[in-house]
């Protein structure tokens, strides 16, 4: 028994691979920064502009990354950058914050 005249189901379609360009760029911004903050401890006269430019590029990582974990892009590497971006703003702002309490206490210091 055949049923002439009658389409079968379609094949589904299957969904269209969703991009993972902020998961790269957030872990690339996290590189980034770990790069640059390795700048400015390698050359001593990089001055304070490396720090906070390692700080900037740090802090887009983290927004990136958390743009890609909500947009449901490869989880893996958006928190791989957006954990690296974390660290290195954490120890950054902590040196900074070093460098303007105490350092800045001993040399501004009028006995």
Do not use: E, H, Y
């Amino acid at each position: 028994m055949t049923n002439f005249g009658v389409n079968p189901a379609p094949a589904p379609v299957p969904a269209p691979a969703q991009s993972a360009t902020l998961s790269w760029v957030a872990l690339g911004l996290g590189l980034g920064s770990v790069g640059l903050f390795a700048v400015f401890f390698g050359w001593a006269d990089s001055g304070m502009g490396m720090l906070l430019t390692a700080m900037a590029v740090s802090v887009a990582a983290v927004v990136v990354g958390i743009i890609a974990l909500v947009k449901r892009q490869r989880r893996d590497v958006a928190l791989i950058g957006l954990i690296v971006g974390a660290l290195v703003l954490l120890v950054a702002a902590g040196l900074l914050l070093f460098a303007l309490l105490f350092i800045g206490a001993l040399f501004g210091a009028n006995p």
